[in-house]
């Protein structure tokens, strides 16, 4: 199981950025995919998760209205579309996936899925 995220970078207040995570090794449909952050000093928390099988998506309450997850099944991608982007923003950013379906639960914490790519920086600047 691979899961390789881009797109992170560096935007002013107010600008968007669009992350991407390119999959392999595992049947996509089946799992539910994720994004999490984490910021310096922080801990790492759930951003917002979808199962493409049946399109259901979580988002957490700071991102929710800014942010949005969708996938491209023939692609094996996910992305995460970030627009107002706000300088408590600033985080690395991981994508992950986890057998079986979506839920609440992935974005209420910062952890539980089982495969985890590396990380990718974005950075917002007042």
């Known amino acids: 199981v691979q899961l390789q995220a881009s797109g992170g970078g560096l935007v002013q207040a107010g600008g968007s950025l669009r992350l991407s995570c390119v999959t392999s090794?595992?049947?996509?449909?089946?799992?539910?995919m994720g994004w999490y952050r984490q910021a310096p000093g922080k801990e790492r928390e759930g951003v917002a998760c979808m199962s493409s099988s049946d399109g259901s998506t979580y988002y957490a309450g700071s991102v929710k209205g800014r942010f949005t997850i969708s996938s491209d099944s023939a692609k094996n991608t996910v992305y995460l579309q970030m627009n107002s982007l706000q300088p408590e923003d600033t985080a690395v950013y991981y994508c992950?996936?986890?057998?079986?379906?979506?839920?609440?639960?992935?974005?209420?914490?910062?952890?539980?899925?089982?495969?985890w790519g590396k990380g990718t920086q974005v950075t917002v600047s007042s």
């Open positions: 090794g595992f049947t996509f449909d089946d799992y539910a």
């Open positions: 992950a996936a986890d057998y079986g379906l979506a839920t609440d639960w992935y974005v209420n914490k910062g952890y539980g899925m089982e495969h």
